[in-house]
């Protein structure tokens, strides 16, 4: 599917959740392993964060991500990552840091796109990173920039209509714009065993407790023991809550044969 058809179908999606979920699926095919969209009006409101790379941000406040410094000040697309880090000599030693911090995730190089309106007060847009190295990365990723900006634009208007109508409809906007719950949550993730993690990704799957055994070659009761476990870790108590954690938090799924 191109990116224009996924566009038209997702301005149809009437979830954030599920429109993130949707954009995520239609730019992997393009190299894209990493996905942020921050966004921050200059105001008292805390910045609109959704990423799965969850982990960057316990140590750097999104408001202080150099993408909304030095990517945002222009409509027009840049690089970023560590595999263009040199293309910003004059970058702080905190903005460095936070760069090769996503590095260590995986971010190597990764393609800016600025949603900024004319006539709005609102800085940021998407930052999607690749595992490529510079040179492969230009020769793979960059030709699409185009097709990327526009689709990410399209998206953008999205989740603002989305967002609107929450506020509207006196609605909390926890499933895309709250930092430290995702946050909190990304840190009660890093608590469960390898195995509680497998569960539960499999069970965000739609999988049933003897189909979780069965795929872990485990007993349906060693599973239920899992489950409880992870149910106590995430302060969750059915399998419903601890799915909205596990989306809450952005972590990724594991490979699974």
Not at 210 to 234: F, G, V
């Amino acid at each position: 599917m191109t990116l224009v058809a996924a566009a038209g179908r997702l301005e149809r999606v009437e979830s954030l959740e599920a429109l993130w979920s949707g954009i995520t699926d239609a730019l992997a095919p393009y190299g894209f392993s990493f996905f942020t969209y921050l966004t921050q009006r200059p105001n008292d409101l805390p910045p609109v964060l959704k990423t799965n790379m969850p982990s960057v941000y316990r140590s750097f406040a999104a408001a202080a991500d150099p993408f909304l410094t030095w990517c945002c000040s222009s409509y027009e697309p840049s690089y970023t990552g560590v595999a263009f880090l040199d293309d910003y000599p004059d970058m702080s030693a905190e903005d460095r840091a936070f760069i090769l911090e996503a590095g260590e995730v995986g971010f190597r190089s990764g393609l800016a796109i600025p949603v900024r309106i004319e006539s709005s007060d609102l800085t940021g847009g998407f930052n999607l990173g690749t595992r490529l190295d510079r040179e492969g990365f230009l020769q793979q990723v960059a030709p699409h920039a185009e097709a990327v900006q526009l689709f990410c634009l399209l998206m953008h208007r999205r989740i603002e209509e989305l967002q609107n109508r929450a506020r509207a409809e006196g609605r909390g906007l926890a499933d895309l714009s709250d930092e430290k719950a995702m946050i909190a949550r990304a840190n009660q993730m890093t608590q469960l065993s390898p195995r509680e993690r497998e569960i539960l990704f499999l069970l965000s799957r739609g999988l049933s407790r003897k189909e979780c055994a069965r795929l872990c070659q485990i007993s349906p009761n060693t599973a239920s023991d899992y489950i409880k476990s992870l149910y106590r870790k995430l302060d969750v108590s059915n399998r419903v809550e601890a799915v909205q954690a596990l989306m809450t938090s952005g972590t990724e799924s594991p490979d699974h044969d």
